[in-house]
């Protein structure tokens, strides 16, 4: 995976409550065996119309949107199942973070096990942040995970949480095969002695 640290991006806001994972990515696209190839489904149901055209209506289909890195969602995002498709959906269409005021507890475990950074942050700054988007077109936000915060260039700063371990991952582009593989030289002498009984 990629690591995260310090980046600069242009958001894009869903302004939805309640966003569910069938939503995120519906249930007929789920027959991939890959991480990738999701992001042309994303929010499939929304973002085209029945004839297959795209809907202009659609918020991440306005050009002040297009190529968006960050996305600022509405309350409880990623609620529903638990499929773990849904931030490879989002990852695969280009966003490195999603920031909100609350997610849905596996959806936000799901995303950092996959790289993708959940920010939560106060329903009240969650709601300014959406109205300086809003008013200022193409809108860019900075994050930085070291220091743990979210700013503009407009003055709007805001800290998050993040659990140190998950940090640590994110920052590093690791996930939890990439931790068992540091230990692989190890792994390959306890093989050696089960089969041999021999140390390597």
């Not at 600069?8 to 939805?16: Q, S």
């Not at 996959?114 to 988007?133: F, T, W, Y």
């Amino acid at each position: 995976m990629e690591p995260i640290t310090t980046f600069e991006g242009k958001a894009a806001v869903l302004d939805r409550a309640n966003v569910d994972t069938d939503q995120i990515i519906p249930k007929q696209f789920l027959k991939r065996i890959e991480r990738t190839g999701f992001g042309q489904f994303l929010f499939y149901h929304w973002m085209y119309n029945d004839d297959g055209t795209k809907n202009i209506d659609f918020e991440l289909n306005q050009p002040q949107a297009k190529g968006a890195s960050i996305l600022i969602a509405g309350d409880n995002f990623g609620c529903g199942s638990s499929r773990e498709h849904a931030p490879w959906s989002l990852s695969d269409y280009g966003f490195k973070a999603v920031i909100s005021s609350s997610f849905a507890d596996i959806f936000y475990q799901n995303c950092l096990k996959n790289g993708l950074l959940p920010i939560r942050i106060e329903a009240g700054e969650l709601e300014q942040l959406k109205n300086n988007a809003q008013s200022a077109g193409e809108y860019r936000l900075s994050i930085d995970l070291p220091n743990q915060r979210i700013q503009d260039v407009a003055g709007f700063r805001a800290p998050f949480d993040i659990h140190p371990y998950w940090k640590r991952m994110l920052e590093m582009g690791w996930d939890e095969i990439s931790i068992t593989m540091q230990y692989e030289e190890k792994i390959t002498q306890y093989e050696t002695f089960a089969h041999t009984g021999v140390t390597a």
